[in-house]
């Protein structure tokens, strides 16, 4: 199969890959440009341990092609400290002790920062609807909405 030549942007850095037609953008990401935050819990759009935000949109990146980062922007885990400076979600989620395997903890911060910029103020039940489609089989999910109230709180006295 002849391969697809992609340009796209990776969080802020211009980026050219080759890829499959029929390759996800979470097995380029993995695979070919060595951006392993993202992972594959389910590979069918179950459990978001694979989001990332495309255009300001959350998505499993599981179920987009690589070929469709064409001309867009994408946002991975691997974008979100600033060198040594933690975001303030990731900084929480250690603060509270808001994961144990780690698998799902990529997908959850994606999910979570893409949350509060679209609700920098958001209730419980927000927070646990806007995370609704991220699983995890370990932690039980108090210590990660009480970590993104937390991050919120810092973030909105920023
Ligand atoms: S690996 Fe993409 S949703 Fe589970
Ligand atoms: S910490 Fe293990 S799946 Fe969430």
Known sequence: M?????LTTINGDNVE???????????????????TGAKEGCGTGDCGACSIILDD?????CLV????????????IE???HGDRLHPLQQKFLEHAALQCGVCTPGFLIA?????????DPTEEEIRFGL????????????IV???????????GA
């Open 132 to 143: 609704a489609g991220n699983l995890c089989r370990c932690t039980g999910y108090d210590k």
């Open 79 to 81: 974008g979100m400290a």
């Open 2 to 6: 002849a391969g697809v030549a992609v």
């Open 112 to 120: 979570a920062k893409d949350l509060l910029a679209k609700n920098p």
């Open 57 to 61: 949109r959350l998505v499993c990146s």
């Open 17 to 35: 890959y080759l890829c499959q037609p029929d390759e996800t953008l979470l097995d380029v990401l993995r695979d070919r440009l060595g951006l």
């Open 146 to 156: 009480r970590a993104v109230q937390d991050a919120a709180s810092v973030m909105k």
């Open 65 to 76: 092609l690589g070929a469709e980062a064409e001309g867009r922007r994408v946002e991975t």
